[in-house]
Structure formats: C-alpha cells, structure tokens
C-alpha cells in the first residue's frame, strides 16, 4: 500500500498513526489527516484504532 505523502517547506508530510504497530498495517487516524492538520488546533476526542495486533500491548506485553 502507498502512503500518500505531501510536500510542504521541503518536509514530507504523511499520516498520523495511534501507534508504531498501526503504522507498519497502514492503519492512520484519518484518511486525510496529516500532523499539519492537528498543530494548533484544539483537541477533539476521538476513538483510538485498534485491531487483532493491539491487544499484546493491553496485556503489558507491548513495547513499552
């Protein structure tokens, strides 16, 4: 799958992710949502994506 990345001021600008694991599965917050959309902007709750491979790090077996 291809992360769909922006240019801006010569940084490259990609997804946001809850955690490492739901990078590496391509598992982003939003569709669109980049860290350029969330800085400066208030906070809005929202639900945390999970999967099959995030309940070795509620079981204290993740990685930290």
Do not use: E, W
């Amino acid at each position: 799958m291809k992360n769909r990345k922006r240019k801006q001021n010569n940084f490259i600008i990609s997804k946001v992710y809850d955690c490492d694991f739901n990078q590496a599965i391509n598992l982003p917050i939003g569709s669109k949502v980049t860290i350029m959309d969330l800085v400066g902007t208030p906070y809005k709750k929202r639900k945390i994506l999970f999967d099959k491979h995030c309940y070795a790090c509620v079981a204290g077996q993740g990685s930290s």
